[in-house]
Nanobody, 117 residues
Framework: VQLQASGGGLVQAGGSLRLSCKAS???????????LAWYRQGSGKQRESVAT???????NYTDSVQGRFTISKDNTKRTIYLQMNSLKPEDTAVYFC?????????WGQGTLVTVSS
């Protein structure tokens, strides 16, 4: 299983970006049955959970992104999305995707998001 994240870049404060994370090597039932998540790690900071979505499609967000970010998934495409609106400089970080299936965890490589003021 491999997760490939993309969509990062440089954006001005107030702007938007959409991150994608494509999972390869996962059959449909495994992907749809996984808990999918986006994490981020700012410079000198610990990695933190940003958003998660489980098999029931109910999303959860950390307080700092609630109302601005939206996590979604497309099971048929084996892809996780993170729509980020009203971006702030403090959202600057490397963003990682993760899939958890039972006791197995799979991480994607990071994609850098830089928000300029």
């Amino acid at each position: 299983v491999q997760l490939q994240a993309s969509g990062g870049g440089l954006v001005q404060a107030g702007g938007s970006l959409r991150l994608s994370c494509k999972a390869s090597g996962m059959i449909l039932s495994m992907f749809s049955g996984s808990t999918l998540a986006w994490y981020r790690q700012g410079s000198g900071k610990q990695r933190e959970s940003v958003a998660t979505v489980g098999p029931d499609r109910v999303p959860n967000y950390t307080d700092s992104v609630q109302g601005r970010f939206t996590i979604s998934k497309d099971n048929t495409k084996r892809t996780i999305y993170l729509q980020m609106n009203s971006l702030k400089p403090e959202d600057t970080a490397v963003y990682f995707c993760k899939a958890t299936y039972g006791s197995q965890e799979y991480w994607g490589q990071g994609t850098l998001v830089t928000v300029s003021s």
